[in-house]
């Protein structure tokens, strides 16, 4: 139990420090001189494309802290693996994590289940197998699809 506790003290220093490095970033670009307005532009559009990123970290640092009440170590660590299995894959199904991860098709879907019940992973079914891909990559790509037929 110990080892928990240090691990959930360590999450929230981490998500603290972050939060302090984003505030003095945007403190640091508070003031504008003369001439320097397009500058400054692309300078808070690169912010916000920071921000979003921090947002991301942000959540796949809190999975641990998020699941239910009394989740391992071991449980917070599987599914910070399978996201980022699922970030480099895009797309696998719990047959393949679960040969990655030395886990049983049924304990990681499991794992999979639980992240598409917290809406960190979104099933979808392909010619009867269900593969799991990040939300937010199946939302770009759907996006793109959608983009795609409206040109076409």
Not at 10 to 30: A, G, N, Y
Not at 94 to 103: A, D, E, F, M, V
Not at 108 to 127: C, D, P, Q, S, W
């Amino acid at each position: 139990m110990i080892g928990s506790r240090d691990d959930k003290d360590k999450r929230e220093q981490d998500v603290q420090m972050l939060f302090d490095i984003k505030h003095m970033i945007e403190k640091s670009f508070t003031v504008v001189r003369p001439g320097e307005e397009s500058h400054i532009t692309r300078i808070y559009s690169e912010l916000d494309n920071l921000n979003k990123k921090f947002e991301d970290l942000k959540s796949i640092v809190l999975v641990g802290m998020k699941g239910r009440r009394g989740e391992s170590p071991r449980k917070s660590r599987i599914k910070k693996q399978i996201i980022l299995l699922l970030e480099k894959h895009k797309r696998m199904d719990s047959q393949q994590l679960g040969r990655i991860l030395k886990l049983s098709r049924v304990r990681a879907n499991e794992y999979l289940k639980e992240l598409e019940n917290e809406k960190i992973a979104r099933g979808i079914v392909i010619k009867r197998r269900k593969f799991y891909m990040l939300a937010d990559d199946l939302m770009k790509r759907t996006q793109a699809n959608t983009a795609d037929a409206e040109g076409a």
